[in-house]
């Protein structure tokens, strides 16, 4: 069996023109795996499955590279995790609270910054229910006593800190959690995760809390009086407030109380494939009314179109363009939340878990076992960057929709000056 800790060679430098500090690290070995800790058999960050590049032309290529090297790059929504080989093992493994970090993959993904949404609900160590305080904390704490050990990855606390990572050849990670639930009603406990280095909450996680009513509930009640002060003090805070999990109702009323621009960091448009996942034209365009952007989702079977049913980039980028043309370009961008494993097989897992099937897609769907060209989140950007450039979009564009956009919507959201 493998783990996180096992040593690899260290990988050539520089991938698309980006110096790198990357130098071989593997998650927690600085430990004896097996004795301070269980070993796992994790999946290969790089080439795990024949995931084949969006086609390009030698000077197609080499402009893909530049725009790569140039940036910022910048994800706005992932979970740069490795799972274990078996995703059966998901729960064990999580149980543990030593989630591997894809180093390696990373190294090779292009990017400059990455949203790091940790183990989301499944960081599951003292219930099975998921979004416990403890349970959090614990992952937080244990991904920031990982990074202390290695070079590569800089937590990004300030806006500064993008470019200062940048300077030094290092990958920015922002922390992220996708639900407020974990501060259960204590407000102060919004406090202790900014202190903590979280820059990123979601107000819902699918199903409600004590702010508001999450996507897959049957009534949506809106954001409630304790979730009005929540907003409030993670604008106070500077904490940029992400509704992709939320209802629409809850997301609109997000948008007016929030004194700030607010993300949809990884979602689609209803209007292109009509699930409760996706969002409609009035929440995209309250979203971009106030500053804020959306970033387009690439997990297993969401993003697909009526005349494109087999998830792949084309299907993805559908969402994209929609949403360009809707709100105009300024107010897009990526946010594929990939993971390096075995994603569909995650889905499974956790629907066998929490005793719920996935949704019924809204129209006859051909299955895939992970979505070409996005399946993890060393290979996502360059195949996006590959098919912009492919069809016809500017230098300018790009660079917006990869990282500029991000980097405005996060300098105002951050900031006590940047609200509307």
């Known amino acids: ?12 430098l520089g991938g698309y023109g980006k110096a ?37 032309s030698a000077d197609q290529e080499a402009r ?35 989630d591997a970090t894809g180093y390696l993959g990373l190294s090779r993904s292009g990017l400059d910054a990455i949203f790091d949404n940790l183990a989301d609900g499944e960081g599951q160590i003292t219930s099975l229910c ?38 030094r050849g290092q990958l920015g990670v922002v922390l992220a959690i996708e639900s407020a639930a974990p501060i259960e009603n204590e407000l102060d406990r919004l406090d202790i995760l900014y202190g903590f280095g979280i820059r990123s909450i ?43 999990h939320a209802g629409d109702r809850t997301t609109l009323d997000v948008v007016e109380a929030s004194s700030t621009p607010v993300s949809i960091s990884h979602a689609g448009a209803r209007s292109i494939w009509p ?37 792949s980039v084309d299907s993805y980028m559908a969402h994209f363009e929609y949403c360009a043309e809707l709100v105009g370009i300024d107010h897009v961008a990526f946010g594929p939340d990939t993971l390096f ?29 992970w979505v070409e060209g996005l399946e993890n989140p060393g290979e996502t950007f360059p195949n996006i960057v590959r098919w912009l450039v492919v069809h016809g979009y500017s230098d300018n564009d790009i660079g917006q929709v990869i990282g500029g956009n991000v980097l405005r919507l996060v300098e105002r959201a951050w900031s006590p000056s940047g609200g509307r």
């Open 1 to 12: 069996m493998t783990s996180s800790s096992s040593p690899v060679p260290a990988p050539n």
């Open 20 to 56: 790198r500090a990357y130098n071989g690290y593997r998650s927690y070995q600085y430990l004896v795996a097996g004795d301070d800790y269980r070993v796992f058999e994790l999946a290969a960050e790089l080439d795990r499955v024949p995931s084949a590049a969006v086609s390009t």
């Open 64 to 98: 893909v590279r530049s725009l790569l090297a140039g940036g910022p790059v910048i994800s706005l929504h992932d979970h740069p995790s490795v799972m274990p080989t078996n995703i059966d093992e998901l729960f064990e493994y999580r149980r543990h609270g030593r």
């Open 130 to 167: 998921g979004w416990k305080w403890d349970d959090t904390l614990v992952d937080l704490g244990m991904r920031l006593c990982d990074f202390a050990h290695q070079d590569f990855i800089t937590v990004i606390r300030r806006f500064e800190d993008f470019e200062a990572a940048r300077a």
């Open 202 to 244: 979601g107000v819902t996680y699918s199903e409600a809390n004590l702010l508001g009513s999450g996507l897959s509930e049957p009534t949506d009640g809106g954001l409630t009086t304790f979730g009005r002060r929540a907003v409030k003090r993670m604008n106070q805070l500077g904490i940029l407030i992400d509704c992709s």
């Open 275 to 311: 699930t409760a996942r996706m969002k409609p034209d009035d929440v995209i365009r309250a979203c971009a009314e106030s500053g804020g952007v959306i970033g387009i989702e690439a997990a297993p079977h969401t993003t697909l179109s009526r005349s494109d049913r087999r998830h």
């Open 341 to 369: 494993g075995d994603h569909v097989g995650l889905h499974r897992v956790m629907s066998e878990r929490f005793g719920a099937q996935l949704a019924e897609p809204p129209f006859p769907v051909d299955r895939v076992p």
